[in-house]
């Protein structure tokens, strides 16, 4: 299995700023993903990453709003820009293992006042 | 379109109870099947995962799920449920797209164990 951290792990935001999450992990994958988990909710996926091209967002996801990078295969970062309070989520990343199942990050809580 | 359905949202069981906790699917093909699980502030842990093969799969923690095509369901079971248990369980489906398998998750079912 794939160790993934994240940073930060929580963060409190003023609406209209942006925020960049790092994902790491452990060992080279080449599918990353990113998801939104809202109060209560379950997780949805914002967008796949894989490293070299561009990534693949989501019907509803948009690239301005969330921008992705992924500069080698260790590594991703999400920044969700123009905060507003309905972005107030839990962040999580996972990746791809060679088992092909989903190893999931401990998640950035986010709170947008 | 692919789906999951956890019909429960809430289950309370008494500690040292039997538990199961139900996940229906809606996917076009054998599906992969999973189970994770969320404590309060933690991130998700994979409990156990189909594939193929014996519909009975064990995991950690003392979990088991059985995989019933001809029902479209996966439900997950444990015979004592211990106070450690309380979270939030997620079942999930992965649907091959695109060259990987995009995840599809239920609701949820948020499980409390009384002493």
Same mark, same amino acid.
């Given at each position: 299995s794939a160790v993934i951290s994240q940073k930060p792990s929580r963060d409190i935001c003023q609406r209209g700023t942006s925020l960049t999450i790092q994902c790491q992990v452990d060992s080279q994958v080449t599918m990353m993903f990113w998801y939104r988990q809202q109060p209560g909710q379950s997780l949805t996926l914002i967008a796949t990453a894989n490293q070299g091209s561009e990534a693949t967002y989501e019907s509803g996801f948009v690239i301005d709003k969330f921008p992705i990078s992924r500069p080698n295969l260790t590594f991703s970062t999400l920044t969700v820009s123009n905060m507003s309070p309905e972005d107030s989520s839990i962040y999580l990343c996972s /990746? $791809? =293992?060679v088992d092909r199942f989903q190893y999931f990050g401990p998640g950035t809580r986010l709170t947008v006042t | 379109a692919q789906s999951v359905t956890q019909p429960d949202i809430h289950i309370t069981v008494s500690e040292g109870a039997s538990l199961e906790l139900r996940c229906n699917y809606s996917y076009g093909a054998t599906p992969y099947l999973f189970w994770y699980v969320q404590s309060p502030g933690q991130g998700l842990q994979l409990l156990l995962k189909y594939f193929s093969g014996d519909t009975l799969v064990q995991g950690i923690k003392g979990f088991e799920a059985e995989f019933k095509r001809s029902q479209s369901s996966f439900n997950l079971r444990k015979p004592s449920v211990h106070w450690s248990d309380a *979270? $939030? %369980?997620?079942? *999930? /489906? =992965? *649907? %091959?797209?695109?060259g990987t398998y995009k995840y599809i998750f239920g609701t949820g079912t948020r499980l409390k164990v009384l002493a």
């Open positions: /990746v $791809e =293992g | *979270a $939030e %369980y997620f079942c *999930a /489906v =992965g *649907a %091959y797209t695109s």
